[in-house]
């Protein structure tokens, strides 16, 4: 598979403003991001597109990230390896599962008021 041009950012995003994640954005980019492992490099294409055309404030906020704060995978020749994507991938996917665990606990929580 090849990155497209914003999904190497999505960790930054991530980490950067886990705001603009609802609870039901992280389910959605967690299934996204499940989908992409038994889909050839085409069909993953089309499944990322899909992800950020119905969650515009993700895309939007990956296409204004400041030059100096997009973390783009450099690979190791012009074409990146497949197993690095796929790491990108498994890295990727453990932190949406982490940042879904912490949003479901904020959620069991009480409110203070």
Known sequence: MELDSLTPNLPVL?????????????QDLAATLAQLETQSPATQAETLGAFYRSHHPIRDAL??????????????????????????????RQTVKDKL?????????????
Do not use: G, M
């Open 14 to 26: 991530l980490t950067q403003t886990p705001e603009l994640f609802s609870h039901q954005d992280l």
């Open 63 to 92: 296409r204004n990230l400041p030059k100096r704060e997009i973390n783009h995978i450099k690979p190791s020749s012009t074409h990146p390896q497949p197993q690095s994507v796929a790491n990108f991938f498994t890295e990727l």
């Open 101 to 113: 665990k912490a949003s479901e606990h904020e959620q069991q929580s009480p409110q203070k008021t």
